[in-house]
C-alpha cells in the first residue's frame, strides 16, 4: 500500500537554506480566483510561497490537492493548503487528527 510522500522545494529545504527556507502553502491552478498572494504579500507572511507544478502561480489542481491531504494523513506530515466549500473532503476528515482548521490571513 502506498501512502505517499514528500519532497523538499528548493525554498523549503531548511537543511540547505536554514536562514532563507519558507513553508509551501498548497494552493489552487491560476484558474480559480483567490486572494491568497495578495494576502501573503500584505499581511507580510514571508514564511509562506506557492512551490506547486503549475505555472504561472505554483498552484495545484483539486485532484492534486486531495491526493496531498490524503498522503498528509498517511504520512502524519503538516501541511497548510487553500481550500474551499463546499467540498466533501473537509467531512471525510471530521472528527480526525486531519479535520480542517480554518485560518485567516
Given at each position: 500500500l502506498f501512502n505517499g510522500y514528500?519532497?523538499?522545494a528548493k525554498?523549503?529545504?531548511c537543511t540547505i537554506h536554514p536562514t532563507t527556507c519558507t513553508g509551501t502553502l498548497i494552493g489552487p491552478s491560476c484558474e480559480t480566483t483567490t486572494p491568497i498572494e495578495s494576502q501573503l504579500f500584505w499581511?507580510?507572511?514571508v514564511g509562506l510561497s506557492m512551490n506547486?507544478?503549475?505555472p504561472p502561480n505554483g498552484g495545484y489542481?483539486?485532484?492534486q490537492r486531495r491526493e496531498i491531504w490524503y498522503a498528509a494523513n498517511a504520512t502524519k506530515s503538516h501541511i497548510i493548503m487553500h481550500w474551499m466549500e463546499p467540498?466533501?473532503?473537509p467531512v471525510a476528515f471530521l472528527?480526525?487528527?486531519y479535520s480542517f482548521q480554518m485560518v485567516d490571513f
Open positions: 514528500f519532497q523538499f525554498t523549503n529545504n499581511n507580510q507572511i506547486g507544478p503549475l489542481t483539486n485532484a467540498d466533501p473532503l472528527g480526525t487528527d
